[in-house]
């Protein structure tokens, strides 16, 4: 019998406070701007994708839900599958003499990649972050290969931008780079989450169905016709990510609230100003909003500063990022004034941080 090679891993999603949206390279996946995000580490919504390569296979084939998702040529995914053969024979020219464990003509045989993720796909909650993570997590396992998460996140990015900071824990900035290869567009860690554990973040899931308009096209579009998106990305992204990493590095709430508000914001703004407009948020989400907008006035009159950070992808749901004291009051109070009502409002799950398990409501 011959030896199987088979290798599983599993990614979280990531939701940035710094939003990535605009590609100078479409091909590449090169930003328009650097970007930050937080890794949720509980297991509501995570990928969990499985590799198996062997000789008898015909060709590489990829099943997503238990569906079959066609390989096309010149796809993101067939570049992160031949990418990851590429550095597997770079590895095996390296290494001949490595020992036997692997076989050393792995990485020409075909792939077969089956993945799941534990939530809604293409709903606005970053499945291609989780999947295509999970994707290079699961191939670089399989090939042995002893790349660090950065040189990963390069080949992630490949497959989806906000990828690439999924290969990472804690707090995570894609640095947007300037070489025109790439070579300098990868993520890396700003902090652990060990480094402020009493952060945590709430999903509040408005609706799982499938967006209109996806990041791919809708960022495209931006590009091509926001005026807004220009000054968003020369004059307000790059002093927000120095400010944004201070904030975190000296664990200092207010700050890290305030920007991570204002970006989504503007983001939303940027998305309106594309010809023709883009609305990823509906009446829930501003209502909710507005209710974090009145929570933190009259914390911040009492004297307590802000105590919430709500952020919007391009997608309806909101993420509430606030510290581990606060979480309870801030469920209570969407509960409350959401009931959960199909069609209007589904869920919250409390899924960054320690204790986040026994929040949920469910
Ligand atoms: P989302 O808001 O969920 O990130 P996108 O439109 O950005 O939505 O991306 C959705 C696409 O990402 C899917 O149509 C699929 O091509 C890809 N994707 C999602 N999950 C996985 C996965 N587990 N493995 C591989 N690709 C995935
Ligand atoms: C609003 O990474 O899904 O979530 O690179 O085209 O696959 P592609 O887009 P994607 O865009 C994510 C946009 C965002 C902001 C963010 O995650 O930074
Ligand atoms: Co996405």
């Not at 011959?2 to 949206?21: C, D, E, F, G």
């Not at 709903?123 to 191939?139: I, M, R, W, Y």
């Not at 990472?168 to 070489?179: K, N, P, R, Y």
């Not at 890290?256 to 508000?261: D, E, H, K, L, V």
Request: proline content about 5%.
């Amino acid at each position: 019998m011959s030896t199987i090679y088979q290798a599983t891993a599993s990614a979280p999603v990531n939701i940035a406070v710094i939003k990535y949206w605009g590609k100078r390279d479409t091909k590449l996946i090169l930003p328009t701007n650097s970007s930050l995000s937080v890794t949720l580490d509980q297991d509501h919504l995570r990928s969990t994708t499985t590799s198996r390569a062997d000789p008898s296979f015909e060709r590489d084939q990829l099943w997503l839900n238990g569906k079959e998702d066609e390989i096309k040529p010149g796809s993101r995914l067939e570049t992160c599958i031949t990418e990851m053969k590429r550095l597997r024979k770079e590895y095996e020219d390296q290494n001949p003499n490595e020992p036997k464990a692997i076989s050393l003509l792995i990485s020409s045989y075909k792939v077969h990649i089956a993945s799941y993720n534990n939530f809604p796909t293409a709903a606005g909650l970053a499945s291609s972050a989780s999947g295509f993570a999970a994707l290079v997590a699961s191939l670089a396992q399989l090939y042995n290969l002893p790349a660090s998460p950065s040189t990963l996140s390069l080949i992630a990015r490949q497959g989806s931008g906000s990828a690439c900071r999924s290969l990472f824990g804690g707090f995570v900035a894609w640095q947007m780079g300037s070489d025109p290869s790439g070579s300098d567009s990868l993520a890396v860690q700003v902090a652990p989450q060990e480094h402020w554990p009493q952060m945590h973040a709430l999903i509040c899931v408005v609706s799982d169905d499938k967006k209109g308009t996806s990041s791919t096209s809708g960022m495209q579009r931006t590009v091509e016709t926001s005026t807004l998106l220009q000054h968003r990305i020369k004059d307000v992204v790059p002093w927000r990510m120095e400010k944004i990493s201070k904030a975190i590095l000296e664990r200092d709430f207010d700050t890290f609230a305030r920007i991570t508000m204002a970006d989504s914001n503007q983001f939303h703004a940027v998305a309106l100003d594309t010809e023709p407009p883009i609305f990823y948020m509906n009446d829930v989400s501003r209502a909710i909003i507005a209710l974090i907008v009145e929570y933190n006035r009259l914390s911040v009159e009492a004297g307590k500063g802000y105590k919430a950070a709500y952020t919007y992808d391009a997608g309806p749901n909101a993420v509430i990022y606030a510290l581990e004291e606060n979480i309870k009051e801030i469920v209570q109070l969407i509960v409350s004034y959401f009931p959960q009502k199909p069609g209007e409002f589904k869920d919250v799950w409390g899924i960054f941080g320690e204790s986040a398990a026994d929040l949920n409501t469910h």
